[in-house]
């Protein structure tokens, strides 16, 4: 006849005397809920871990395509296409950042021009604050960069902050086409094929302490 015990369960049967020998016939019990709960999540860690361990890491971040949520870049980001800020895009690019725009491709075919990488902030919000120490860096993708190698900022509607930052080799830095909140302060803007900032609208624009060097156009361009 079984039954439970204290940690253990007692199985008896008849044999000559009667009686079992101490201990003889006690089986461990099983082990409770919370142990097997432990061992489940381990065997499961232990698997989820070697998954994960064959997932390729990349050297690099690559992005092309829209934004519609809150992402953040840092290190190094290499744009294979087109990247739009969409209407609740928040992108915020940390200091010491380097975007690349591989040059003269666009694997989104989309923007003013269809061979050419443009950041365009249609509706969203784009932040690119560096440091002295650490600005934020727009360029070429190419070993032997030249003027026009992407496009550059395109400012469409939304909010962009552009702060402590180095644009390098697009064919327009910036180019401001509609309203919104702009500011831009303390960076240069470089070896553009055409200007270094374009403003098309009338507006009120924030734009300080820049430094415009060797742009096959203007330096600045308001216009409306």
């Keep these: 006849m079984n039954h439970p015990g204290a940690g253990f369960v007692e199985t008896r049967a008849a044999i000559p005397g009667g009686r079992l020998p101490p201990g003889a016939g006690r089986l461990p019990a099983p082990p409770d809920f919370q142990t097997c709960a432990k061992r489940f999540l381990f065997a499961g860690f232990c698997c989820l871990a070697g998954v994960l361990s064959q997932v390729p890491v990349l ?73 002295s120490a650490a600005p934020v860096v727009f360029t070429s993708g190419a070993t032997n960069a030249a003027p026009g190698d992407w496009y550059g900022l395109r400012f469409v509607f939304g909010s962009m902050t552009v702060k402590l930052c180095t644009l390098d080799y697009g064919r327009k830095a910036v180019a401001v086409e509609g309203g919104g909140a702009v500011v831009i302060s303390d960076s240069i803007f470089r070896n553009s094929s055409e200007d270094g900032v374009r403003i098309t609208p009338a507006g009120t624009y924030e734009l300080s302490n820049c430094s415009f060097v060797n742009n096959g156009g203007s330096g600045l361009v308001a216009s409306d």
């Design 59 to 131: 050297a690099q971040n690559t992005f092309s395509g829209a934004i519609t949520n809150a992402v953040t870049w840092s290190g190094t980001v290499v744009l294979t296409g087109d990247v739009t800020i969409k209407t609740n895009g928040n992108l915020t690019i940390q200091a010491g950042t380097v975007v690349k725009a591989v040059a003269k491709s666009d694997d989104q075919a989309g923007g003013t021009a269809s061979d050419r990488v443009e950041v365009i902030v249609n509706g969203g919000r784009l932040t690119a604050v560096g440091t």
